[in-house]
């Protein structure tokens, strides 16, 4: 239940648990569920992510997805 309340919205995996195992539950359920197991989760999980400054010298990479930035001109040269 919990696995399938991440993959999409509540009231569209109860459809999801009842078509492959045959269960019935209502949106508000999993919703309980997936919370209840959510906080779990966040107890076990650090708080405080230490990261190391990067040095001068490095180079750091960046990506967005589907950020429809132009990369080349028109006339197809970068």
Known sequence: MVYSAQ???YENCNEVLEKYIDIKVS???????ANVYGEEVGKTISEEIVLTPCKKEEVIY??????????RRRDGRK
């Open 7 to 9: 993959l999409d919205s």
């Open 27 to 33: 949106a508000s359920q999993v919703w309980r569920v």
């Open 62 to 71: 960046g990506m967005a997805d589907g950020s429809m930035i132009f990369t």
